[in-house]
């Protein structure tokens, strides 16, 4: 199974809005609910900021926000900040006990 | 509070065995589904294996590109989750790091991550 492809780079200014996306087949993304986003700042362990597609763990801000539509889901982060900037990696139950992960994305904040 | 410490990183040459180890606290290894990820340095994630826990049966689960050659269990005694690494390969080189999974192999709790270099 291949990775889920997530666009390399996303930039936007404080304040504004920026969506990732992550793009898979009917046998994860778009088969599963099971959709997560993670954070990664330089030299750290990745963090859970959505599960489920769309829920927030406790002490996620709510600018962080997660959708699917088919085979792709998105990463919608709103009001940007400084401290946003890290890299995001998606990933998607496949089935069989398996999960995939994406490439990443690193977001920059201009 | 949960908490993940991982240890027994290094560098090793190929064909070589490692073991790696993942202290727990806040909670009893036995009474959560863990998984090891990896991640090759500037690369993406890789998700290594799983073991169930104790009342799901306590087995455990892998990767194709690691099955046959790593092995994970855990000391209940130390509260610690284990990787046994043997035969690695030059593509086996990354941070490795344990975390705990709140169902459908998603992620909440991670460990710092301990580096693997396989080279000769």
């Known amino acids: 199974q291949s990775a889920l492809t997530q666009p390399p780079s996303a930039s936007g200014s404080p304040g504004q809005s920026v969506a990732i996306s992550c793009t898979g087949t009917?046998?994860?993304?778009?088969?599963?609910?099971?959709v997560s986003w993670y954070q990664q700042h330089p030299g750290k362990a990745p963090k859970l900021m959505i599960y489920e597609v769309s829920e927030r763990p406790s002490g996620v801000p709510d600018r962080f926000s997660g959708s699917k539509s088919g085979n792709t889901a998105s990463l919608t982060v709103s009001g940007l900040q400084a401290e946003d900037e890290a890299d995001y990696y998606c990933?998607?139950?496949?089935?069989?006990?398996?999960?995939?992960f994406g490439g990443g994305t690193k977001l920059t904040v201009l | 509070e949960v908490q993940l410490v991982e240890s027994g990183g290094g560098l090793v040459k190929p064909g070589a065995s490692l073991r790696l180890s993942c202290a727990a606290s806040?909670?009893?290894?036995?009474?959560?589904?863990m998984s090891w990820v990896r991640q090759v340095p500037g690369k993406g994630l890789e998700w290594v294996g799983l073991i169930r826990r104790k009342t799901s049966g306590g087995t455990p689960e892998y990767a194709a590109s690691v099955k046959g050659r790593f092995t994970i269990s855990r000391d209940v005694s130390q509260n610690t989750l284990y990787l046994q690494m043997s035969s690695l390969k030059n593509e086996d080189t990354g941070v490795y790091y344990c975390?705990?999974?709140?169902?459908?192999?998603?992620?909440?709790?991670w460990g710092q991550g301990t580096l693997v270099t396989v080279s000769s």
């Open positions: 975390a705990t999974d709140r169902g459908w192999l998603t992620f909440d709790c």
């Open positions: 990933s998607s139950y496949a089935g069989s006990n398996f999960v995939l």
């Open positions: 009917s046998s994860d993304i778009g088969g599963y609910k099971y």
């Open positions: 806040g909670f009893t290894v036995n009474d959560a589904w």
